[in-house]
């Protein structure tokens, strides 16, 4: 079998080894309970207290606005749950969220909720028409994706963080695949939550964290203990926190050179695929994309056959969001831009990292188009 080339890195990241080194320092020396009186206790509390700070430095926001949870889909469920709970009136959101946040806004519908689409362009993006004729007197929560886990489109939230602080409607930004790949501003962004998940950025499994914009308050998601403030019940993860800590400040540290060289492969990717591939389509070229994503379109084969025959090639990619996988549907979000049925089920996606090599670029790319002109053929 060929060398394997892992091109998938908005479904999953592989964990740094500074990141490993201090959660295996973390599993011997911060294990206890930090909320615990003796001295165990008082060895995990700091690490978690510092962990907390520097999220919340990272991300532009005050650390007691920092809830540790399991993961991206916790905290948008927490957040959706939270403030729609016993409210009579809409949420508005874009028929791209992702499945954590449709399927959550879905059950706020069947507690009596009514759910308003935002309508993007055939470029993925907000459109300032669509915020204005919003139903603003009914709203009562507002869902937006900050960079699309398909395509990498970025969106400018600045109208709809304006409409929404002039109609006093909280903003619920999924930041999942921003945080870690662009730099993300709680503060800047004018949010009143915003979630993001520690394995998107080369943390681990199992954490992630919500913001949660101060004075705001939220009923828990999970009762219990009296952890994260009230917030969130159960024993805080201190080593998987600080791993996540770990990973996002390598990110912070290296932004610019990382986001840099990730554009660069990506870009040769795709330039490599839109000229051995014709006709090849790539989704959301018009819009500012998170530098690692390429979703592309190899019009005449279908893309389950197709991550098939790259998987038996050694490429690993996949047809969209992997939490949706397993369903043949055309992707809701390429829908959503007015792509055609049969673009959309012939759409991939490639994600790199900066773990990936120049070398790899290329002979990736050789792969790819072997495999598509077979099944074109065929």
Request: glycine content about 8%.
């Amino acid at each position: 079998m060929p060398r394997r080339i892992y091109l998938d890195n908005n479904a999953t990241t592989l964990i740094l080894p500074e990141v490993a080194e201090v959660m295996a320092s973390a599993w011997q020396t911060a294990f206890a309970n930090p909320g615990s009186q003796h001295s165990f206790g008082r060895d995990a509390r700091p690490v978690l207290d510092n962990s907390r700070d520097t999220v919340a430095r990272i991300l532009g926001a005050d650390s007691s606005e920092v809830i540790f949870t399991s993961g991206g889909t916790e905290s948008i469920n927490a957040a959706i749950y939270g403030l729609t709970l016993g409210r009579s009136g809409a949420i508005a959101l874009t028929a791209g969220e992702h499945p954590a946040t449709t399927a959550a806004c879905e059950r706020a519908r069947q507690n009596g909720m009514k759910l308003t689409n935002i309508e993007v362009d055939s470029a993925g993006r907000l459109q300032s028409e669509q915020l204005a004729a919003l139903p603003w007197n009914d709203l009562k929560l507002v869902c937006v994706i900050l960079a699309h886990n398909e395509t990498g489109v970025i969106q400018d939230l600045t109208l709809l963080s304006d409409l929404c602080e002039q109609h006093r409607v909280p903003l619920l930004i999924d930041a999942v695949q921003a945080v870690g790949k662009i730099s993300v501003n709680f503060r800047e962004l004018r949010a009143t939550a915003l979630a993001f998940g520690a394995h998107k950025f080369h943390g681990p499994r199992g954490i992630g964290g919500l913001l949660l914009r101060r004075g705001v308050q939220l009923p828990p998601f999970l009762d219990g203990g009296h952890q994260e403030s009230g917030r969130r019940a159960g024993t805080e993860a201190v080593p998987l926190i600080a791993g996540m800590a770990k990973a996002l400040e390598v990110f912070d540290s290296s932004q610019t050179e990382r986001t840099n060289y990730v554009g660069q492969l990506r870009d040769q990717l795709q330039h490599a695929l839109l000229k051995s591939c014709a006709p090849a389509i790539v989704h959301g070229a018009d819009a500012p994309r998170l530098p690692n994503t390429l979703s592309i379109a190899f019009p005449g084969v279908e893309g389950e056959p197709m991550l098939v025959n790259l998987d038996l090639e050694g490429i690993a990619c996949s047809l969209g969001s992997t939490c949706a996988s397993g369903s043949a549907e055309p992707a809701p979000a390429l829908l959503a831009m007015g792509c055609p049925p049969d673009i959309c089920t012939s759409s991939v996606r490639f994600t790199v990292s900066h773990q990936n090599s120049v070398e790899e670029i290329p002979e990736a790319a050789q792969r790819i188009a072997a495999v598509v002109q077979r099944l074109r053929n065929s």
